[in-house]
Protein backbone atom coordinates (compact mmCIF):
# COMPACT_ATOMS: atom_id res chain seq x y z
CA UNK A 1 0.00 0.00 0.00
CA UNK A 2 2.47 2.45 1.12
CA UNK A 3 5.11 2.09 -1.50
CA UNK A 4 2.38 2.01 -4.46
CA UNK A 5 1.48 5.32 -2.74
CA UNK A 6 4.94 6.68 -3.18
CA UNK A 7 5.36 5.83 -6.53
CA UNK A 8 2.50 7.12 -7.43
CA UNK A 9 3.53 10.05 -6.27
CA UNK A 10 6.20 10.15 -8.10
CA UNK A 11 4.82 8.64 -11.54
CA UNK A 12 1.82 11.33 -11.15
CA UNK A 13 4.64 13.68 -10.84
CA UNK A 14 3.21 15.56 -7.92
CA UNK A 15 6.64 16.98 -6.74
CA UNK A 16 6.68 19.13 -10.10
CA UNK A 17 3.35 19.97 -10.05
CA UNK A 18 4.14 21.49 -6.21
CA UNK A 19 6.84 23.07 -7.03
CA UNK A 20 5.11 25.00 -10.04
CA UNK A 21 2.31 25.88 -7.77
CA UNK A 22 4.82 27.19 -5.45
CA UNK A 23 6.47 29.56 -8.03
CA UNK A 24 2.88 31.06 -9.13
CA UNK A 25 1.62 31.73 -5.51
CA UNK A 26 5.92 33.48 -4.98
CA UNK A 27 5.53 35.40 -7.89
CA UNK A 28 2.09 36.23 -6.90
CA UNK A 29 3.24 37.65 -3.42
CA UNK A 30 6.06 39.45 -5.00
CA UNK A 31 3.72 40.98 -6.83
CA UNK A 32 2.35 42.39 -4.57
CA UNK A 33 4.74 43.37 -2.16
CA UNK A 34 6.09 45.32 -5.51
CA UNK A 35 2.81 46.45 -5.88
CA UNK A 36 2.49 47.55 -2.07
CA UNK A 37 5.87 49.87 -2.17
CA UNK A 38 5.30 51.54 -5.35
CA UNK A 39 1.61 52.57 -3.63
CA UNK A 40 1.71 55.96 -2.17
CA UNK A 41 -1.47 55.06 0.05
CA UNK A 42 -0.49 51.63 1.93
CA UNK A 43 1.97 52.43 4.95
CA UNK A 44 4.04 49.77 5.80
CA UNK A 45 2.34 48.61 8.58
CA UNK A 46 -0.56 47.58 6.72
CA UNK A 47 1.53 46.43 3.47
CA UNK A 48 3.01 43.80 5.86
CA UNK A 49 -0.07 43.11 7.52
CA UNK A 50 -1.29 42.38 3.52
CA UNK A 51 1.54 39.99 2.55
CA UNK A 52 0.91 38.08 5.89
CA UNK A 53 -2.36 37.44 5.08
CA UNK A 54 -1.46 36.73 1.31
CA UNK A 55 0.81 33.93 2.60
CA UNK A 56 -1.69 32.10 5.59
CA UNK A 57 -4.51 32.38 2.50
CA UNK A 58 -2.04 31.05 0.13
CA UNK A 59 -0.97 28.31 2.29
CA UNK A 60 -4.49 27.54 3.91
CA UNK A 61 -6.06 28.27 1.13
CA UNK A 62 -4.27 27.13 -2.16
CA UNK A 63 -1.20 24.77 -1.32
CA UNK A 64 -2.54 22.37 1.76
CA UNK A 65 -5.59 21.80 -0.79
CA UNK A 66 -3.57 20.87 -3.81
CA UNK A 67 -1.34 18.79 -1.35
CA UNK A 68 -4.47 16.61 -0.01
CA UNK A 69 -5.89 16.24 -3.26
CA UNK A 70 -2.42 15.16 -4.47
CA UNK A 71 -2.70 12.49 -1.51
CA UNK A 72 -6.21 11.15 -2.36
CA UNK A 73 -4.47 10.94 -6.47
CA UNK A 74 -1.93 8.74 -4.88
CA UNK A 75 -4.15 6.72 -2.63
CA UNK A 76 -5.97 6.17 -5.55
CA UNK A 77 -3.42 5.08 -7.51
CA UNK A 78 -1.38 3.04 -4.91
CA UNK A 79 -4.54 0.95 -5.04
CA UNK A 80 -4.42 0.10 -8.71
CA UNK A 81 -0.40 -0.25 -8.45
CA UNK A 82 -1.39 -2.66 -5.50
CA UNK A 83 -3.96 -4.78 -7.36
CA UNK A 84 -1.94 -5.08 -10.04
CA UNK A 85 0.77 -6.53 -8.03
CA UNK A 86 -1.50 -9.28 -6.24
CA UNK A 87 -2.34 -7.56 -3.06
CA UNK A 88 -5.73 -7.24 -1.95
CA UNK A 89 -6.54 -3.96 -1.77
CA UNK A 90 -9.26 -4.11 0.34
CA UNK A 91 -6.57 -4.36 2.89
CA UNK A 92 -5.92 -0.49 2.71
CA UNK A 93 -8.95 0.01 4.68
CA UNK A 94 -7.52 -2.42 7.54
CA UNK A 95 -4.07 -0.65 7.17
CA UNK A 96 -5.55 3.55 7.37
CA UNK A 97 -8.05 2.40 10.51
CA UNK A 98 -4.82 0.79 12.47
CA UNK A 99 -2.74 4.09 11.60
CA UNK A 100 -5.65 6.24 12.72
CA UNK A 101 -6.14 4.52 15.88
CA UNK A 102 -2.07 4.48 16.09
CA UNK A 103 -2.15 8.09 16.23
CA UNK A 104 -4.59 8.41 18.67
CA UNK A 105 -6.10 11.64 16.93
CA UNK A 106 -2.56 13.51 17.60
CA UNK A 107 -3.23 15.15 14.03
CA UNK A 108 -3.98 18.91 13.21
CA UNK A 109 -7.04 19.56 11.34
CA UNK A 110 -7.43 18.56 8.28
CA UNK A 111 -7.77 22.24 6.60
CA UNK A 112 -3.98 22.93 7.93
CA UNK A 113 -2.87 19.46 7.34
CA UNK A 114 -0.82 18.23 4.27
CA UNK A 115 -3.16 15.02 4.18
CA UNK A 116 -6.61 14.08 4.53
CA UNK A 117 -8.03 13.23 7.51
CA UNK A 118 -8.10 9.78 8.14
CA UNK A 119 -11.42 9.13 7.97
CA UNK A 120 -11.74 10.75 4.46
CA UNK A 121 -9.06 8.62 3.38
CA UNK A 122 -11.11 5.56 4.41
CA UNK A 123 -13.87 6.40 3.32
CA UNK A 124 -12.23 7.65 -0.05
CA UNK A 125 -10.48 4.60 -0.30
CA UNK A 126 -13.72 2.40 -0.20
CA UNK A 127 -15.18 4.34 -3.31
CA UNK A 128 -12.01 3.81 -4.40
CA UNK A 129 -11.85 0.31 -4.40
CA UNK A 130 -14.20 -1.13 -7.39
CA UNK A 131 -12.22 0.19 -9.48
CA UNK A 132 -8.91 -0.93 -7.97
CA UNK A 133 -10.57 -4.42 -7.59
CA UNK A 134 -11.54 -4.79 -11.51
CA UNK A 135 -7.48 -5.17 -11.29
CA UNK A 136 -7.54 -7.28 -9.00
CA UNK A 137 -6.03 -11.01 -9.51
CA UNK A 138 -4.62 -13.13 -6.45
CA UNK A 139 -1.75 -14.74 -7.45
CA UNK A 140 -0.76 -18.50 -6.36
CA UNK A 141 2.12 -17.20 -4.61
CA UNK A 142 0.45 -14.60 -2.81
CA UNK A 143 -2.07 -17.40 -1.49
CA UNK A 144 0.96 -19.11 -0.66
CA UNK A 145 2.47 -16.76 1.58
CA UNK A 146 -0.36 -15.44 2.92
CA UNK A 147 -1.35 -19.11 4.46
CA UNK A 148 2.36 -19.16 5.62
CA UNK A 149 1.81 -15.58 7.66
CA UNK A 150 4.47 -14.17 5.43
CA UNK A 151 2.09 -10.91 4.53
CA UNK A 152 0.57 -9.52 7.55
CA UNK A 153 -2.92 -8.47 7.85
CA UNK A 154 -2.43 -5.39 8.92
Do not use: C
Amino acid sequence: MVMGHEVAHAVAEHGNERMSHSMLIKGGILATSIGLKLSDSVDDDLGNAILIGAGAFASVGIILPYSRAHELEADYMGLVFMAKAGYNPERAITFWQDMSKASKGGKPPEFLSTHPADTRRIDEIKKYLPKAMYYYRQTPQYEELEREKLIPKF
